[in-house]
């Protein structure tokens, strides 16, 4: 089973809906983010959580809302989806601090009409 | 805020050729960190860097980081077919600072 999972793997949905995308992962990390990649655009941090009760805006956090359920989970909400949102969304995962490789999960990939 | 800029963001080459992906930092760095994403794939850790003039190897992969810590580059000799995808660097300016910078990728395609 992978490490890093991610749910749901494709969404097309309208414009105005509240979309929620979940990730899960098992290694054990306190560390997930959650990141943003447009074509050309290389990868952006919309949010990143240390722990559980510990949540910070990345570069581009604004339309977007996280919650940290638990140490293995951390959920992305666009409250009210627009269609320059549409884009494919990752969630990552990192251990130690002295050594901050992260761990990807598959992608979401969202579309919004 | 930081900026990390990757040149260029496209290279075709003919199998056999070599290859080389250049980035550049606004600040100086912590570390950086080289991944590879495959065409319709999730990027993959490959590497990362964190002494002043540090040079790293992975059988045809070489990695430089600056003496400045503010530029990094990737080197592939002779390319396979294998090695197409997307390489990004990531730059971590700070000790206790976990963001990732990432630069924008070098799309690499190999001509058979």
């Known amino acids: 089973d992978a490490d890093v999972t991610q749910t749901p793997r494709n969404r097309i949905t309208k414009t105005g809906k509240r979309i929620m995308l979940e990730c899960s992962q098992t290694?054990?990390?306190?560390?997930m983010y959650w990141y943003r990649q447009d074509p050309g655009l290389g990868l952006r941090l919309i949010y990143y959580s240390f722990d559980v009760k510990d949540i910070n805006k990345g570069e581009i956090s604004d339309g977007y809302s996280v919650s940290r359920q638990a140490q293995a989970k951390f959920s992305l909400s666009l409250e009210s989806a627009i269609p320059n949102q549409t884009a494919l969304y990752f969630c990552?995962?990192?251990?130690?601090?002295?050594?901050?490789?992260?761990?990807f999960g598959p992608g979401t990939r969202l579309t919004v009409l | 805020g930081q900026q990390v800029m990757q040149i260029p963001q496209y290279q075709h080459v003919q199998e056999g050729e070599d290859f080389t992906t250049y980035c550049n930092s606004s600040?100086?760095?912590?570390?950086i960190q080289w991944y590879k994403q495959r065409p319709g794939g999730h990027p993959v850790f490959l590497i990362q860097?964190?002494?002043?003039?540090e040079v790293k190897k992975q059988k045809r992969l070489t990695f430089q980081f600056g003496e400045a810590k503010k530029n990094s580059s990737l080197h592939i000799t002779a390319t396979q077919t294998t090695d197409v995808g997307t390489y990004f660097c990531a730059g971590q300016s700070g000790a206790g600072s976990y963001q990732l910078t990432f630069g924008k990728g070098t799309k690499l395609s190999v001509i058979p």
């Open positions: 990552a995962t990192s251990g130690m601090p002295e050594y901050n490789e992260q761990f």
């Open positions: 600040t100086t760095l912590s570390n």
């Open positions: 290694k054990g990390h306190d560390r």
């Open positions: 860097l964190v002494k002043s003039g």
